[in-house]
DNA sequence: CATGAATGAGTATTCATTCAT
DNA sequence: TATGAATGAATACTCATTCAT
């Protein structure tokens, strides 16, 4: 076993680590990465730069942990909440809860995410896409098992996976950008409730059922000519 | 009118600028906005660096002419394809496959707008959310007039333009970073699929009607049991 | 004898060459040797640049033509001035009235005299020092000619003439730095009336005549008492 | 009272920014400021670019510094000649040697001023002016009370700190530019000598004690057939 | 261990000059 | 002859990283 004296040393490295950790979070989210300095962390902290350099080997690597930490953190926070809940679909609703909650709490993680993009275009394992992998097989299973029980219409797994997950990120990253009013409780409500039912009426799905491509309805559609002229531009 | 030399020269000159553009638009995606060197762009093109100051004041406008011009072409895209059909879910759904495919055909496209956030986190208005402001409110418009119409479930139409926004959003950026193998076609079949009809089944769709706040099924629900536990991370 | 059209074609020319010299002139003054542009001088004439080549082979030259013909210009004033006169002490007096009222009429002519020693700090003969040579001897001719006839105290000529070029050089610059409210007349009356009469009075200078070193009074200088202390530092 | 080694730190400090300002005056006097690159008074010095700008911001700045330091060095030593002395005409004297022995000895600080009006003309308060500024005043009073005590001419004082200011600025310069045989104690000695007495002789000036303007003899004048013509130039 | 002075590679931008039209 | 679009050499300044103390 290692000298006691060397245990209280981790421990203190490890401390000090976790605080450079969060005056670099902080700043690169809001100097963005270029404009950060590490002059101005170690500022922040009230330490010299070569202390910096002690807990990681450049600004690089800095930068890289402080954004793994916060996909770390994420995996924590809905393993938390996601084990008090039984039902898979409970479950997975907790968890598009969890997700925004998380970065709605934390708006410069959103931004440690865009600088990773931007910064390290050709990092084999952007920590954001790390985390998804190591976790969206197991929501596959959940979903698969939910469509052989009857209670998820039967769609590739995959597609239900990626659908989701796109739309989760696009919108952590528009909240950050536009912000937007609404809570995060009221942005999950909405986002599973269109998730979940789909946004066609009763009538206009049942017609549905009997064509082949969605999105090509017939001419003969009858309530047509009382909706007005499509814009012609964004989709969304 | 002016003189015809004076013409001429602008017809030149704009076609000089839209050279320097696309070669531009290639190396900034490539090489990101900080690593991307004017000498580079200049030697792309076989002309001198100061040629490029003559038509950009500077780095930053060459890049951020290159970033709202993709988002021009978008537009015009969206406005040819959509301009041809006359239902107004048929124009949204072609308006949903036409953005995909726009991002599809030029990935590079994508990375701009990486960037531009990246790099001008302060910017006033980053093109992309320029442009969604211009398009969204005649969407919305839309979505009111087929829900009177009886076609789209009385969802307030913000929430469904916020979360197509979102999801259309996340896709283009996910499809870029993980580069994924299904067509534009078929991601907007499946993403045109989820949000038309919602993943439930008809059955669970029924069992929920009784329910206030989706996602927080009773302990009772019957199939739970044949359904694996879920895994305790990411729920895309 | 050449062609009549060759004569017309080189008197235009050399309009052309003065206009351009005055535009240059100007704003060589204006903004400095570095930071005056060709560009700029092109546009104040309302011509092309490359016109200003056609006459000048370089900035450089361009430049010190106009610096020289500053020179040539306060020549012929002074000669047309001088040459009314018979006595010589009037015509030295007259001269230095010029030479005053020359760059009190043309600051910026001090400002090109003072950029080309800046800029062009090793060319052989400054046009200030060109000029001054070619004259200089012709006024120490008069001196020694004043002196053998009892005008003047016998003192080296040379020692004149350096001493009273030095006064009006730095006249001149002074002058232009810090903006004096004095006409150049007046400025020409009080440096005549110093160096032709000197600034002692009849009773001092008498009792200097017996000592050696000017300005190495006795400590018995009787009204010693009844001036102030001497300031420390600079004595101009 | 500060730590030791802050002090330490700062005395380090202090010379090396003194080492840098005696390169960088050296070099920017030899090259021009435009020529002078900051990269060779970093070779000079045998240190890294880097640490030139640890002391100065930029390099006008240490140029700037390099110029003021001269007029400090200047007003110190002729404090100290001077403060030696008791008579005002002495001290007077003396101060005019100090100011010819100084740039004589360091000619280059002579190019130094030339750049600094070259290069910043548009800077507030060039060193050479400031520094006159502050010493120009107290000359003033002492040859107002020459003049009360009768030793000198009654003559309005600031014209004679005027004349006396421009001559000494001139000398200077007219001494680094056309490099002359002289010392500086025989060209004190010829100033003082033409100033103190002035150059005409004692019976030109009681003929001239009749007539107003000086310079303005009557054709009359008995000499002048025996003085050769005036040359038609310069006056000096 | 901690520090911060020293380093120097790296790059956007300018502008005198050229030369095809 | 006149033009002005094109050129590219030239240079101050920054800041991540090192290492002597």
């Known amino acids: 076993m290692d000298h006691p004296d060397t245990n209280v040393r981790r421990a203190v490295a490890q401390s000090r680590r ?53 996909m770390v953190r994420l995996g924590t926070r809905i393993e938390e909440s996601v084990s008090k809940l039984q039902d898979p679909i409970d479950q997975w609703c907790e968890a598009v809860r969890c997700f925004l909650q998380f970065f709605a709490e934390h708006p410069e993680y959103v931004e440690l995410l865009i600088q990773e993009r931007a910064q390290f275009k050709n990092r084999s394992r952007p920590s954001y896409f790390e985390h998804r992998e190591r976790n969206i097989q197991r929501w ?45 409780e009221v942005q999950a409500a909405n986002i599973l409730d269109v998730v979940l039912s789909g946004i066609l009426s009763q009538s206009e799905r049942s017609a549905r059922e009997h064509e082949q491509t969605p999105g090509h309805s017939g001419i003969e559609r009858s309530l047509q000519a009382e909706v007005p002229p499509a814009p012609i531009l964004d989709p969304a």
Do not use: M
């Open 18 to 70: 976790e605080e450079i950790l969060d005056a670099a979070t902080e700043l690169f989210a809001e100097h963005g990465y270029t404009e950060c300095l590490t002059q101005v962390v170690a500022e922040k902290l009230g330490i010299g730069k070569g202390t910096i350099y002690r807990h990681f080997p450049s600004k690089r690597d800095l930068f890289l942990a402080a954004a793994d930490r916060v």
């Open 140 to 184: 596959r299973e959940i979903f698969k098992s939910l469509i052989s029980a009857g209670r998820i219409r039967d769609i590739a797994p995959d597609r239900i996976t990626d659908v989701v997950g796109d739309l989760l990120y696009g919108t952590i990253f528009l909240n950050y950008f536009a912000v937007r009013e609404s809570s995060p």
